[in-house]
């Protein structure tokens, strides 16, 4: 499998130098897109046909190929969002980022240097690597990509080296993600987020003030706090992704339950709604999956219907075992924990399941009155009906 990695670095020029190239290239990255739009046209060859020869009159031959596959790609992602009935638009860039490969761009990060393509030709920035980016210098250099920010020029290089696939020993920890509690697993091990809801609750509030005043200070101070939380929770997320990372062995499974939904399905009074869509699990997903990747950890998923609700001991499934937000007490066996802590350990339980089973149906479904279960399957996960749960009323 590849491992991949992303470092950025800051290029030491004004953005001023680089503005008209990311211009014309989120010109020619728009008029694609409106092409392939108007025409419900996706296909990368017929979008270069249609389009080629009217972008490179200001883009250089490469930065104009760059562009029709940024734009071939977004334009395949609205698309398919709108098979799935979701509601789409052409999509458009107010500053696209420019993609450089192997023929648009070179570095030698030795010499704190590299020479990118622009529509004035070649040109030459200085940079500085970091010490903690210099140990992917050995690893083979693939794309790049080109931001304009507030504070500056940076250049996103990714790397990239081969790793064998992780051997698995049959472990696996289920991981329960929440706002409460930003992770439960079930070796016992919880992640606090009562510090993060407090300082974000903090930060909307400010927020709120500050738009409410209006004045030319106010305005300033929104800007200083401009994505100040964002990175706030960034680092709450690599702090607990680590610290699960590094207290599991190699060869391990994690198990986390698939909530790529949860925000279009779920309903909730107004004050959980803001909650909900400031959570960033999505994130600390990500994150677990890369750090995971490099130490052999593989991750799973399994479906989400009823891990809140069913019984870690017994299987029984009822709204009522959940009696408050953190406990959890089974109204048929008695059983009675955290209530995270009982749905990590339905996550993980379902995944053994699942590979137990080797058949293709959902984990995690009742069984229904009749002699065949449901297959409601999830693209792309492992997943099997349980044996264990009773049927519903």
Not at 164 to 169: F, G, I, R, S
Not at 192 to 221: D, F, P, V
Not at 364 to 371: M, R
Request: include cysteine.
């Amino acid at each position: 499998m590849k491992l991949r990695r992303t470092i950025k670095l800051q290029l030491e020029c004004s953005p001023d130098t680089l503005k008209q190239t990311v211009e014309l290239y989120t010109k020619a990255f728009n008029a694609v897109c409106s092409a392939g739009w108007e025409d419900k046209d996706c296909n990368g060859v017929s979008l270069h046909h249609k389009t080629y020869q009217a972008v490179r009159e200001y883009l250089p031959a490469q930065l104009a190929v760059s562009s029709r596959m940024k734009a071939t790609e977004a334009l395949k992602s609205v698309i398919g969002r709108g098979a799935s009935k979701h509601k789409t638009s052409c999509p458009l860039s107010r500053t696209m980022a420019v993609r450089y490969d192997a023929r648009s761009y070179s570095a030698a990060l030795d010499k704190g240097e590299v020479s990118i393509l622009t529509v004035t030709g070649r040109k030459r920035f200085k940079v500085t690597v970091p010490e903690y980016f210099k140990r992917y210098l050995t690893w083979k250099r693939t794309t790049a990509d080109l931001f304009l920010r507030k504070s500056g020029v940076f250049l996103h290089i990714v790397f990239e080296k081969e790793i064998a696939d992780p051997v698995l020993t049959g472990n696996a920890v289920g991981i329960d993600r929440g706002i409460n509690q930003i992770a439960v697993t079930s070796e016992n091990k919880f992640y606090s987020g009562h510090a993060c809801k407090e300082i974000t609750g903090k930060y909307r509030a400010l927020r709120k003030r500050l738009q409410t005043c209006g004045s030319a200070s106010a305005k300033r101070h929104l800007k200083r706090l401009s994505a100040k939380e964002n990175r706030y929770r960034a680092d709450v997320n690599h702090c607990v992704s680590r610290s699960i990372v590094d207290q599991i062995p190699t060869g391990t499974v994690i198990v986390l339950e698939d909530l790529d939904s949860i925000r279009q399905t779920v309903r909730l009074r107004r004050k959980q709604r803001t909650l909900l869509h400031n959570w960033s699990f999505y994130q600390l997903q990500q994150f677990l999956i890369y750090k995971s990747a490099e130490k052999g950890i593989a991750v799973e998923f399994v479906d989400s219907r009823y891990t809140s609700q069913k019984c870690s001991v017994c299987g029984y499934i009822s709204r009522a075992n959940r009696t408050s937000q953190s406990s959890f007490q089974c109204k048929e066996c008695g059983f009675a924990i955290n209530a995270d802590l009982n749905a990590s350990r339905n996550i993980k339980q379902n995944y053994l399941t699942a590979i137990s089973c080797k058949v293709g149906a959902v984990v995690n479904q009742p069984i229904v009155a009749s002699d065949d279960a449901q297959h409601l399957l999830v693209p792309g996960r492992s997943s099997v009906t349980s044996p264990h749960l009773k049927a519903l009323a």
